[in-house]
């Protein structure tokens, strides 16, 4: 059995801590492979990506993950950590259920977003957010299709186009709703709208959405939080469920409203 090990490069991750984490998969005989960030696998001979950091770092390992064909599992090391299953001091319980085929698969729905010829995949959410330039136009308006139809614009700072994992990121703090992750939808949520009229909706996650930019000012596209591009007008975004969901392994019996209720009392 051989797992990948990823980890925030930062002091604390970095230092004693970290090394604790692969003193814990020495001590129960399970391989790893210990890599940085921004180091992709050689191989796909591979049981597992184990990610410690906080959600941030999680997020980043999605694409590896879903490239490769496998699941994660998060320690959290960060502020929050909704994502990841393990707290810090329950690494060696999380490497422990591993080894034990104790821990049962969680599969979230994940974006396929294609603009201009590239192709990306997110677990929160695609985003486009106008771009600030002084002395330029201060709003942008974004052209929603579903489908084959076609909403008003939503004119704005913005829209976020969320799955359920991604509805309780920036989706939830501009208003959105929180989807349950067993749902299968998608949730658009204008980001300080102009319109009384422009509210959050949900919609099936078999729809596939056309966002286009029809004025104002620029815009940048984020997937998960990353910039990926710059939208002029004319400029479209294609958002749709990709075939491939991403996989987390967690504990039996896995509270995804309980742990609703303690992350967010901890904010």
Request: aromatic letters at 8%.
């Given at each position: 059995m051989k797992v990948l090990l990823y980890f925030n490069p930062d002091n604390k991750t970095n230092g004693d801590y970290?090394?604790?984490?692969?003193?814990?998969?020495?001590?129960?005989?399970?391989?790893?492979?210990?890599?940085?960030?921004?180091?992709?696998?050689?191989?796909?001979?591979?049981a597992a990506i184990f990610v410690v950091g906080?959600?941030?770092?999680?997020?980043?390992?999605?694409?590896?993950?879903?490239?490769?064909?496998?699941?994660?599992?998060?320690i959290n090391c960060g502020k929050l950590g909704f994502l990841s299953e393990f707290e810090a001091d329950e690494a060696e319980n999380a490497i422990i259920l591993f080894k034990n085929g104790e821990l049962v698969k969680d599969e979230r729905l994940t974006l396929k977003i294609s603009f201009k010829g590239k192709t990306y995949y997110a677990l929160n959410d695609a985003v486009i957010s106008r771009t600030y330039e002084e002395d330029k136009r201060m709003v942008v308006s974004v052209g929603v299709k579903i489908g084959d139809c076609g909403l008003q614009k939503i004119t704005g700072d913005g829209v976020i186009l969320a799955t359920p994992t991604g509805s309780t990121a920036y989706s939830l703090s501009a208003g959105g709703a929180i989807i349950a992750p067993d749902v299968a939808a998608l949730s658009l949520t204008p980001i300080a709208a102009h319109s009384i009229s422009a509210k959050p909706f949900v919609c099936s996650a078999d729809e596939k959405f056309l966002l286009t930019h029809e004025g104002g000012a620029k815009a940048d596209l984020f997937v998960d939080g990353k910039l990926v591009g710059v939208l002029e007008q004319g400029d479209g975004v294609s958002v749709s469920a990709a075939e491939r969901k991403t996989v987390f392994l967690r504990k039996k019996g896995f509270d995804f409203f309980a742990r609703l209720n303690n992350k967010l009392q901890e904010r």
């Open positions: 970290f090394a604790e984490i692969q003193r814990l998969f020495v001590k129960h005989g399970v391989d790893f492979n210990c890599v940085a960030n921004d180091v992709a696998p050689q191989n796909t001979d591979y906080g959600d941030g770092t999680l997020l980043r390992r999605t694409e590896t993950a879903n490239e490769n064909n496998l699941p994660i599992i998060g």
